[in-house]
């Protein structure tokens, strides 16, 4: 079991940065690879970042590549969202999700939310214009 709990989200303006943490219980965190995924209101949940259990492979959406950096610290037990140059577009509530992926992760399994085994609750981010 593990359990993970958002931090870091607020209300910026557009062109500013936010660093989003997730915190995961458990001594097995480093067995998981670790996504990032939104929400807006009236749309579904979207894929936006996921890297390997070592942190050695980083998958982006293409509407975060160059502006979002997603790094994990093992031995805190915590997964990073760096968000700069937001845009009012970007204004979700963000979820981190751990996934085992015995067979393998790549950058279509990594975008899938039926892939995770274990959620957050979210944090919001809202990007003012």
């Known amino acids: 079991q593990v359990q993970l709990v958002e931090s870091g989200g607020g209300l910026v303006q557009a062109g500013g940065s936010l660093r989003l943490s997730c915190a995961a219980s458990g001594r097995t965190f480093s067995s998981y690879a670790m996504g990032w995924f939104r929400q807006a209101p009236g749309k579904e949940r979207e894929f936006v970042a996921a890297i390997s259990w070592s942190g050695g492979n980083k998958y982006y959406a293409d509407s975060v590549k160059g502006r979002f950096t997603i790094s994990r610290d093992n031995a805190k037990n915590t997964v990073y969202l760096q968000m700069n140059s937001l845009k009012p577009e970007d204004t979700a509530v963000y979820y981190c999700?751990?996934?085992?992926?015995?067979?393998?992760?790549?950058?279509?399994?990594?975008?899938?939310?039926?892939?995770?085994?274990?959620w957050g609750q979210g944090t919001q981010v809202t990007v003012s214009s």
């Open positions: 999700a751990a996934g085992s992926f015995y067979g393998g992760l790549d950058g279509i399994m990594a975008a899938s939310t039926p892939s995770y085994d274990y």
